[in-house]
């Protein structure tokens, strides 16, 4: 690409080299990655939460809570992919109990991520601006675990997730315009 | 694979042509690479990009599918 990275004008992650990848090993099964995921988003949900729970402008309470929502919608598409590749039954009350719970899509903790953001978000625009950097690099990582796993189910798992971030993104950048122009 | 392989058949594209090179395509189906150092990596990547730095690539090419077609910044 003529002019490299500055010349883009699309999606930009800022994530570490090695950031998240650290949690996957490379031979990780559908189930497996599809747990991991959902712990991901679960934790993300959470931390949407948390800034609905800070926030006190009330449009950018809605626009956290309209994430919280997204995430809650993402948790249970990936509920449904979870069922058609596990063996065995389990509620999914059970299958929470047991996912990784404690990281950000983006490999980063609750705590690490507020962390950069020290001036609080006050602002819709502000809160929308975070989100797509958190969506973007939720993608990154996808497309960057599906690169690094062996087996060729979990990697299309990755990529269906990482089209589901795309598709999130795209939404988000809708709501991001909208935004700009009104204001 | 031989580092020249890489390169056998380079075309040049800008900003706007990488972008409809990319969403003409499913995820997989190529390797989209960044050839920069890693600092300058997690400044901004393009999201999926794989980091090979230039430096390293003769040396880390099996790291490269040969059967996909590679996009390279």
Do not use: C
């Not at chain 1, 992919?81 to 999914?92: D, L, N």
């Not at chain 1, 999130?168 to 935004?179: A, D, N, T």
């Amino acid at each position: 690409m003529k002019g490299g990275i500055d010349a883009w004008n699309g999606l930009v992650s800022r994530a570490e080299v090695d950031q998240g990848i650290y949690l996957i090993e490379g031979g990780e099964s559908p189930e497996e990655v599809i747990a991991l995921a959902y712990g991901l988003e679960a934790a993300t949900h959470r931390f949407y939460q948390d800034l609905v729970g800070r926030a006190e402008d009330p449009n950018t309470r809605n626009a956290f809570e309209r994430l919280a929502r997204d995430e809650i919608h993402h948790k249970d598409h990936l509920w449904e992919a979870y069922k058609t590749v596990a063996e065995g039954h389990r509620t999914r009350e059970a299958f929470e109990t047991e996912t990784v719970a404690k990281t950000l899509e983006d490999g980063k903790t609750a705590d690490q991520v507020l962390a950069q953001y020290p001036d609080w978000i006050e602002r819709p625009q502000e809160a929308l601006e975070l989100a797509m950097s958190l969506e973007t690099d939720s993608l990154d990582l996808y497309l960057r675990m599906a690169q690094k796993t062996r087996n060729k189910k979990t990697s299309a798992v990755f990529y269906d997730l990482a089209n589901e971030e795309k598709t999130h993104l795209k939404s988000l950048g809708e709501v991001f315009r909208r935004k700009v122009a009104s204001e | 694979m031989r580092f020249s392989d890489l390169f056998s058949q380079i075309k040049t594209m800008d900003a706007d042509e990488s972008r409809k090179w990319l969403d003409e395509r499913s995820e997989g189906s190529y390797t989209l690479l960044d050839v920069r150092e890693p600092e300058e990596y997690e400044e901004g990547h393009i999201p999926g990009a794989v980091l090979i730095p230039l430096s390293e690539l003769p040396d880390r090419l099996s790291e490269v599918d040969p059967q996909k077609p590679v996009l390279a910044y």
